[in-house]
């Protein structure tokens, strides 16, 4: 069974960047493709970022093209989320998941982890 810890969430002002770390137990993590989710108070959970298995696809919400970049390493067992030029519509709990593909759907989803809360200020 895969587990998934987030880190790297925090305050941060409007324009500034943080990076997110998904931490994965268990020796299939190269198994799954990953994807980043946000959910803001009041509303859904909203896919941001996939990443497939080997590093090689990857897709993203409209909103964060061009801002936030996912990557992985297999050999650490962590998924990333870089992401750049914050504001405060990006204020979120962050989550991340695995997947057997690549998918914005996010009942394809299964594992999350516990969020990491990232709020950006004006």
């Known amino acids: 069974q895969v587990q998934l810890v987030e880190s790297g969430g925090g305050l941060v002002q409007a324009g500034g960047s943080l990076r997110l770390s998904c931490a994965a137990s268990?020796?299939?993590?190269?198994?799954?493709?990953m994807g980043w989710f946000c959910q803001a108070p009041g509303k859904e959970r909203e896919f941001v970022a996939t990443?497939?298995?080997?590093?090689?696809?990857?897709t993203y919400t409209d909103s964060v093209k061009g801002r936030f970049t996912i990557s992985r390493a297999n050999a650490k067992l962590t998924v990333y989320l870089q992401m750049n030029s914050l504001n405060p519509e990006d204020t979120a709990v962050y989550y991340c998941?695995?997947?057997?593909?690549?998918?914005?759907?996010?009942?394809?989803?299964?594992?999350w982890g516990q969020g990491t809360q990232v709020t950006v200020s004006s």
């Open positions: 990443i497939n298995q080997n590093g090689g696809y990857t």
């Open positions: 998941a695995k997947s057997t593909i690549a998918t914005t759907n996010p009942s394809r989803y299964n594992s």
């Open positions: 268990g020796r299939t993590f190269s198994n799954y493709a």
